[in-house]
């Protein structure tokens, strides 16, 4: 699993989105981010990822990580790097990199996520 864990951070930021959820998810998983809401299903979560994120490369840095069954404790680094004008989570700058501490729980059934559970806090 941590391997798993670490190919579909590595991959969201190489691949279209589609086929990452098409890859990892349920058909009618959630994603639950504490500053943004809550997504159901395909298109909501792939639009949120996509025009959610817009101006916005995020690199994914692991942590921790507590893998037990079916679930997935993560402790993640993350970094946004601006690649425009953006209102990502308040006004960035293009070329300007914002970083974060990221708790995120992941539920999975029959190998595939059905749900996330993600909680921000932007370092200053």
């Avoid at 942590?63 to 953006?86: S, V």
Wanted: charged share 35%.
């Amino acid at each position: 699993k941590k391997e798993e864990f670490q190919n579909i951070a590595e991959l969201s930021a190489r691949v279209k989105k589609k086929d990452v959820f098409d890859t990892y998810y349920h058909t009618d998983a959630t994603f639950e981010h504490a500053l943004k809401g809550i997504f159901h299903g395909k298109e909501e979560i792939v639009k949120f990822w996509t025009e959610g994120h817009s101006g916005i490369h995020e690199i994914i840095n692991e942590k921790n990580l507590l893998i037990d069954g079916d679930r997935i404790a993560a402790e993640l680094d993350i970094e946004w790097h601006c690649t425009e004008d953006t209102n990502y989570l308040g006004p960035r700058k293009k070329g300007e990199i914002y970083y974060a501490d990221c708790a995120a729980f992941y539920f999975f059934e029959n190998k595939k996520i059905k749900r996330v559970k993600l909680y921000l806090h932007e370092k200053k």
